[in-house]
């Protein structure tokens, strides 16, 4: 089997979460599930930080535990994510934990103690039920997320198209004065307002190729650092801070399988967004290490930082951060999106921690298994 053949085989194998403060019940979930990838946790707490790393499938979790209940954890696990499909499995038959398990949105239920043909048969048709309910929020999104990118490239395009329309009639009516200093600033003006244009269209062409493309991957053996140094003298956001440093701490690591272009445009983004939203004068620092699981990249900035209450949409489609309520912000607000689809695709994980006026901290997660021997 190819690199690349192995690869989509290991994405394709479904993660069960079990969730069990009794041991001998995780053992024998994992041993009843061969052929997933199974994940075990001790209690609520451990479930959600394991949850958190994204990449899980199904889980089946205990009622009674200690520090988060089954209950309280299928809500918090539900509103996480609503498509995600738990099983509760009890050996508890009162009526109120039931009700309070479907008013939580529990999946199925599985009694103890165990029956393995159960246990099997109810997984299987937890995956069936995730595929439909995932099938069926996207099918809900569509029209919503086509009728939010229409206005949004209305919106986007129409201010340049106006002043340069303004400016054009202006110039057919004889208005303008090329020997007049503020004929010529206005004609800067326009022609940075040409040039925004192209970079909408520009950008408009990438994620169509993105679209098209899907979740298709073109692996090939990539150096993180030779990446990084290049992408950050290219950035026009750096360009654009003179006044902010670049600090690079970059481990010459093992290369890795990677699709070259998908993970630099997720660094590329990530990096942009480091220089935008730093002041005029500060450091970007850039630090890659490898621990005994995975290549760690952390971008940190000094800038202005990120409100508690907007980390959560950062990556979702259109949303873009306006610190300043002007509604001005350029692009679509779809680079974050695909950096973290991007990397989602390569089974690693991006995440940001931040606070207003102290900076931000972006850390990217890529498994070592896709590591290549030289």
């Known amino acids: 089997m190819d690199v690349v053949a192995k690869f989509?085989?290991?994405?394709?194998?479904?993660?069960?979460?079990?969730?069990?403060?009794?041991?001998?019940i995780r053992d024998l979930c994992a041993r009843a599930l061969k052929g997933y990838r199974v994940l075990q946790a001790a209690d609520g707490e451990e479930a959600l930080r394991l949850f958190e790393k994204g990449g899980v499938d199904v889980i089946l979790t205990d009622v009674m535990m200690p520090k988060i209940n089954g209950i309280e954890l299928l809500r918090r696990l539900k509103d996480l994510e609503p498509t995600i499909v738990v099983i509760v499995m009890?050996?508890?038959?009162?009526?109120?934990?039931?009700?309070?398990?479907?008013?939580?949105?529990?999946?199925?239920?599985?009694?103890?103690?165990?029956?393995?043909?159960?246990?099997?048969?109810?997984?299987?048709?937890?995956?069936?039920?995730?595929?439909?309910?995932?099938e069926l929020a996207n099918l809900k999104s569509m029209d919503r997320l086509k009728s939010n990118f229409l206005s949004l490239i209305s919106h986007k395009?129409?201010?340049p198209i106006t002043a340069i329309s303004l400016f054009l009639q202006n110039?057919?009516?004889?208005?303008?004065?090329?020997d007049d200093p503020d004929s010529r600033e206005n004609l800067k003006l326009i022609c940075g307002q040409s040039r925004y244009l192209e970079n909408l269209v520009a950008e408009l062409l990438?994620?169509?190729?993105?679209?098209?493309?899907?979740?298709?991957?073109?692996?090939e053996?990539?150096?993180?650092?030779?990446?990084?140094?290049?992408?950050?003298?290219?950035?026009k956001e750096a360009t654009a801070k003179p006044g902010v440093v670049a600090s690079f701490d970059l481990e010459q690591l093992s290369p890795l399988s990677l699709d070259r272009e998908k993970i630099a445009f997720a660094i590329g983004q990530v990096i942009d967004n480091a220089f935008k939203f730093s002041r005029e004068t500060g450091t970007v620092s850039f630090s890659l290490r490898e621990d005994n699981v995975a290549?760690?990249?952390?971008?940190?900035?000094?800038?202005?930082?990120?409100?508690k209450e907007e980390l959560?949409?950062?990556?979702?489609k259109f949303y873009q951060v306006d610190l300043e309520g002007a509604g001005q912000i350029r692009g679509f607000g779809l680079g974050l999106f695909y950096a973290r689809e991007f990397v989602k695709l390569h089974g690693g994980t991006i995440t940001v921690e931040s606070e207003p006026e102290k900076g931000t901290r972006v850390t990217v997660l890529l498994p070592l298994h896709s590591s290549i021997t030289p």
């Not at 989509?8 to 001998?24: N, P």
């Not at 110039?171 to 090329?178: E, H, K």
């Not at 053996?221 to 950035?235: D, F, G, K, Q």
């Open 90 to 134: 009890t050996g508890y038959a009162e009526k109120e934990i039931i009700l309070n398990a479907l008013k939580a949105d529990a999946d199925d239920f599985i009694t103890k103690p165990l029956n393995i043909l159960q246990l099997k048969t109810a997984v299987d048709k937890a995956l069936d039920k995730k595929a439909l309910k995932e």
């Open 221 to 235: 053996p990539c150096s993180l650092p030779e990446i990084i140094r290049p992408l950050v003298a290219s950035s």
């Open 157 to 159: 395009f129409r201010t």
């Open 312 to 316: 959560p949409k950062i990556f979702e």
């Open 171 to 178: 110039l057919a009516s004889g208005v303008c004065d090329p």
């Open 8 to 24: 989509q085989a290991e994405r394709d194998v479904k993660t069960i979460l079990v969730v069990d403060d009794e041991a001998v």
């Open 295 to 307: 290549c760690r990249l952390t971008v940190e900035d000094e800038g202005i930082g990120i409100p």
């Open 206 to 219: 990438v994620f169509s190729r993105f679209l098209a493309a899907g979740e298709e991957l073109h692996l």
